[in-house]
């Protein structure tokens, strides 16, 4: 039986105008940087200490990471990973399936709406009620998902998580 593992789903903060610039170079608003320093803090808060991160390679995910580990101090091994931009669920819990079998506490930072339709799958539908109505609700920019999971990454699958929290973070 696997141990107990952490998956912390991150959507980026919010970015510039989609018309300021091509969609993978956009950086965060000064809103959207001090949310993510403001998650940061958040998960430092709730013990969060990824040992490895997956974060897409667009410029409003990795800006997002750099706030978190700014405000909190957390980090871990960090692999941009070009397949995570714009991704389909599928392809993110691929993404996930390869993390290190030694890593107990992982985040993904990437975008809408395949974070929150992963956070979704993941979920069994027997977390904590508020995250689950949350969840049900929307999945904002700078939200993060964090769900318990009890299998192998390898054996990660619909339904094999639980929602323990979610929390949209805002400075």
Same mark, same amino acid.
């Given at each position: 039986?696997?141990?107990?593992?952490?998956?912390?789903? @991150?959507?980026? $903060?919010?970015?510039?105008?989609?018309?300021?610039?091509?969609?993978?170079?956009?950086?965060? +608003?000064?809103?959207?940087?001090?949310?993510?320093?403001?998650?940061?803090?958040?998960?430092?808060? &709730?013990? @969060?200490?990824?040992? &490895?991160?997956?974060?897409?390679?667009?410029?409003?995910?990795?800006?997002?990471?750099? /706030?978190?580990?700014?405000?909190?101090?957390?980090? /871990?091994?960090?692999?941009?990973?070009?397949? @995570?931009? #714009?991704?389909? *669920? &599928?392809?993110? =819990? !691929?993404?996930?399936? !390869?993390?290190?079998?030694?890593?107990?506490?992982?985040?993904?930072?990437?975008?809408?709406?395949?974070?929150? =339709?992963?956070?979704? =799958?993941? $979920?069994?539908?027997? /977390? !904590?009620?508020?995250?689950?109505?949350?969840?049900?609700? /929307?999945? *904002?920019?700078?939200?993060?998902?964090?769900?318990?999971?009890?299998?192998?990454? @390898?054996?990660?699958?619909?339904? +094999?998580?639980?929602?323990?929290? #979610?929390?949209?973070?805002?400075?």
């Amino acid at each position: 039986m696997a141990r107990a593992r952490r998956l912390t789903l @991150i959507r980026h $903060a919010k970015a510039e105008d989609p018309r300021s610039a091509e969609d993978h170079e956009r950086s965060l +608003t000064q809103a959207g940087a001090a949310d993510a320093r403001s998650l940061g803090h958040w998960m430092k808060a &709730q013990g @969060i200490s990824p040992s &490895q991160v997956f974060c897409s390679t667009s410029v409003r995910t990795r800006e997002t990471w750099a /706030g978190v580990v700014d405000a909190s101090g957390i980090g /871990g091994l960090v692999e941009n990973d070009r397949r @995570i931009y #714009l991704a389909h *669920p &599928q392809t993110l =819990l !691929e993404v996930l399936r !390869e993390a290190s079998e030694h890593t107990s506490d992982l985040v993904l930072v990437g975008h809408s709406p395949g974070v929150p =339709l992963l956070a979704a =799958l993941l $979920a069994d539908g027997h /977390g !904590e009620d508020s995250a689950l109505a949350a969840l049900a609700e /929307g999945f *904002p920019t700078c939200t993060a998902a964090v769900l318990a999971v009890e299998v192998d990454w @390898i054996d990660l699958a619909p339904g +094999t998580a639980r929602l323990t929290a #979610l929390h949209t973070a805002r400075a």
